[in-house]
């Protein structure tokens, strides 16, 4: 039997992801993950002061991965199919990237199966890799830790999403195949634990 988290339903689960919801399913699954000795190294620690903005850049070392970041402004909220294969979008109605901040960050991004989309690799990821956001006012790096599928008429009840979490970053892919179906979505789940001011980078760890 299916559980709906109530938390900070009202506005957001209306808002989110609606443009990712497709044809009904079943219920989500964990994505398997490689051994343990595959993981990297953290390279640096250490938080500091970043004022809250709008991510500009994403960086996965592990992947590599780097690409731009533009802004799915709140008012096309409802609407999230990322209007472009190769960048990633930050939702604009929800937390800025930030130390300060008031919730969960999300960025959104096409995973489109024999093309270039930009989160195509995002399934290779595993718990303790590292993201990173760069915007106007820092850096801030965030380690992985969990990756779960979700079918597409679920994803909008996701407890990672109807939860506002400070210090957390959702990457939600919008997975298409050559004909535009698909009835899942991967979100992978991550922490902040790295963050620099502009021009000054995080403190080793």
């Not at 096309?76 to 979008?89: G, K, S």
């Amino acid at each position: 039997m299916r559980r709906r988290t109530t938390r900070d339903v009202g506005v957001v689960g209306a808002v989110l992801l609606a443009g990712l919801l497709a044809p009904p399913a079943d219920m989500h699954s964990q994505v398997s993950a490689p051994h343990a000795d595959a993981l990297p190294t953290p390279a640096v620690g250490g938080i500091a002061a970043v004022a809250p903005a709008a991510p500009t850049a994403l960086q996965i070392p592990s992947l590599p991965l780097t690409a731009r970041v533009r802004t799915l402004a709140a008012d096309e909220c409802p609407r999230l199919d990322p209007p472009t294969v190769e960048d990633a979008y930050w939702v604009g109605c929800r937390a800025l990237p930030g130390t300060p901040t008031d919730g969960t960050v999300v960025v959104v991004g096409p995973s489109v199966a024999g093309s270039r989309g930009v989160f195509n690799d995002l399934t290779r990821m595993v718990a303790g890799e590292q993201i990173w956001l760069t915007t106007d006012a820092g850096v801030l790096g965030y380690r992985v830790t969990r990756l779960t599928r979700y079918r597409k008429d679920e994803v909008r009840w996701a407890p990672e999403l109807l939860t506002r979490t400070p210090g957390r970053l959702l990457l939600v892919t919008c997975y298409t195949d050559e004909r535009g179906l698909s009835d899942q979505n991967l979100i992978v789940e991550a922490d902040l634990f790295a963050a620099a001011p502009k021009d000054v980078p995080p403190a080793a760890a």
